[in-house]
Every structure is written in structure tokens, then in C-alpha cells.
């Protein structure tokens, strides 16, 4: 298949567009920097806005997979900000749906377990509904009824609510690890909020999953099927690095440093693959202990 990536270049985006082509897909990477576009990829440019430009950039495509999104911990949400956060997913998935007229008629877009809003430890499938007063849920409401709009012009949508992604190169582990290797990781607060998370590759292969298996239609919870709380992941890391796990980070400290933000991480969701596991997906890093030691390249520990 020709497929089209929007945030090719993002910390999912490459890892996604490799193994596409390891796959044998042929990938279109659009991005504002060609020079940082995958390897073997077709690089062109978009801003993230034109249609019209998109529709033409796309034609001859199977599927787009759409990623695009400003990072939400980039920095503090002011209402500037705040603006762009929703701009960069709603605006972006409405072009690719105007893209899926007389075009690709696959898409696969990006969203965030932060549809559900903030919840206590009960599991959350994929029937769990979001809360409009929620900020970030708000936006994966817009997003995923945007996208939803491909239908109409006989696309299959797909919709993969993204947990926490841990990979070797990026994203939310590269931003843990400092204070653990220094010794001084912890839970934050009391460490009772659930922590639903993915491995980067399993996350990808769901991607190509719902790129290629007509039956993927709908949203599917992109989190490993054994979400645990933030204190267990805690030492989950602790154990793998060699190093205490035992200082907390006080909410009210990240507050400061974070401002609103600082909420995604006090709180958190039970968030469960019911979707995927019913359709056959395998996991290949269903652990996190097992997921850490092989982004960390720290075989398990051998017994006597």
C-alpha cells in the first residue's frame, strides 16, 4: 500500500514511517522540513493547513495516517497555546478529510487516552465516554468527530486513543530518566493514579494494523493491556536502573513548573485495549518491566 504519514518527523511519526517500509509500504512523509523527513520515504512539504495542496500531495494513496499535534507538554497551556494545541489536530484532520475526496479511502487518525478525561482506577474501554468540560477531552472530542467526517466520503476511519508512549528516542521515557538514573526518581504525589502506556512499537504495528484489516473501524485504546499505577511504574524503572524509586514528587512543585499541564500527570486513566485484544492484536511488550528493560537494553535479571 501508498500510504500518507502527516507528522512524519515527530517522535511516533519516524518510528511509524520505518516500519511502514519494513512492511514494504510505500510512505508519502509530509512535514514543514524535508531535511528531516525518514530515510526512503517521499518527503513533501505541507504547513499543516492548505487542503488543496494535501488532496494533490496524497493523490495515489491507499491510506493517510494522521499524527500531526503540537506537543502538549511543549510548554505552559496559555490560551495562545491552548489555541494551537486544538488548531494543530482539528484544523490538520480536517484537510485530510477533505483529502479523502476522490482519495485515499483509509484514515487513520491519531487521538489520546485524554478522551476520557481524568479518572479514578475502574478500567476504561473503548466505550467509555469523554467529558466536554475537560480541556484536553474537549479537543479528542472535535478531533475524532472531525475525522469521522471521512466517512461520508466512503473512507474507513480509524481512531487510536494513544496512551503514555515509551520509546528509546523520545517522548515522555527520555523526560523520566535523568532523576532516576541520578537517584532521585519517585511516584508523583501519592503515585495512586493509573499510568496506561505503550510500548513504541506495539503502538506502530497497531497503526499499520488499522491501515491494512478492513474490520479496524471506530476507536480502539492504543495502551498496553497492563496499565499499572504511577507508583508501580515507578519502580518498575527503579528496578531495571538499579535505582531507588522512592522519592515522590510533590503535585504542587510540577504545578509551579508546569501550570495546568501539570494536571495530565497528578491524575490519570485505567485505560484498557478492549478493541484490540478482541480483533487479535498481540502485544509484544504487554509488561512494563518488560517494555523498559528493552527500550533500556537491560536483559532481565538471572536466577539462581
Known amino acids: 500500500m501508498k500510504v500518507a504519514v502527516t507528522g512524519a518527523t515527530g517522535f511516533v511519526g519516524r518510528h511509524l514511517c520505518a516500519m511502514l517500509q519494513e512492511k514494504k509500504h510505500q510512505v508519502v512523509a509530509l512535514t514543514r522540513d524535508v531535511s528531516k523527513a525518514p530515510r526512503g520515504a517521499e518527503a513533501k512539504?505541507?504547513?499543516?493547513?492548505?487542503?488543496?495542496?494535501?488532496?494533490?500531495?496524497?493523490?495515489?494513496?491507499?491510506?493517510?495516517?494522521?499524527?500531526?499535534?503540537?506537543?502538549?507538554?511543549?510548554?505552559?497551556?496559555?490560551?495562545?497555546?491552548?489555541?494551537?494545541?486544538?488548531?494543530?489536530?482539528?484544523?490538520?484532520t480536517k484537510a485530510c478529510v477533505e483529502a479523502c475526496k476522490d482519495g485515499p479511502k483509509v484514515l487513520v487518525s491519531a487521538s489520546a487516552i485524554g478522551y476520557y478525561g481524568a479518572r479514578g482506577p475502574l478500567p476504561i474501554d473503548e466505550e467509555g465516554q469523554g467529558d466536554q468540560w475537560n480541556f484536553l477531552s474537549s479537543i479528542?472530542?472535535?478531533?475524532?468527530?472531525?475525522?469521522?467526517?471521512?466517512?461520508?466520503h466512503g473512507a474507513r476511519v480509524a481512531l487510536l486513543r494513544i496512551g503514555v508512549v515509551l520509546g528509546r528516542d523520545g517522548g515522555a521515557l527520555e523526560k523520566m530518566l535523568p532523576p532516576f538514573r541520578a537517584g532521585f526518581g519517585g511516584p508523583i504525589g501519592k503515585g495512586d493514579q493509573f499510568f496506561s502506556w505503550i510500548h513504541i512499537d506495539d503502538l506502530c504495528s497497531m497503526f499499520i494494523r488499522a491501515v491494512e484489516d478492513p474490520s479496524w473501524k471506530g476507536p480502539f485504546n492504543a495502551t498496553a493491556p497492563n496499565s499499572l499505577s504511577n507508583k508501580d511504574f515507578s519502580k518498575a524503572l527503579g528496578r531495571v536502573l538499579h535505582r531507588p524509586a522512592f522519592f515522590p514528587t510533590p503535585p504542587f512543585v510540577l504545578k509551579l513548573m508546569l501550570g495546568e499541564v501539570a494536571d495530565l500527570l497528578t491524575t490519570g486513566q485505567n485505560v484498557v485495549p478492549k478493541k484490540a485484544a478482541a480483533a487479535g492484536f498481540e502485544f509484544r511488550y504487554p509488561e512494563a518491566e518488560e517494555a523498559l528493560r528493552n527500550l533500556l537494553g537491560v536483559p532481565e535479571a538471572k536466577t539462581a
Open 45 to 92: 512539504v505541507w504547513d499543516g493547513k492548505d487542503a488543496v495542496f494535501l488532496k494533490a500531495a496524497v493523490a495515489g494513496c491507499d491510506a493517510i495516517v494522521n499524527l500531526a499535534g503540537e506537543n502538549i507538554f511543549g510548554r505552559k497551556w496559555t490560551s495562545e497555546f491552548k489555541a494551537a494545541l486544538r488548531s494543530s489536530r482539528v484544523d490538520v
Open 140 to 152: 479528542c472530542l472535535e478531533w475524532e468527530a472531525e475525522a469521522k467526517k471521512a466517512e461520508a
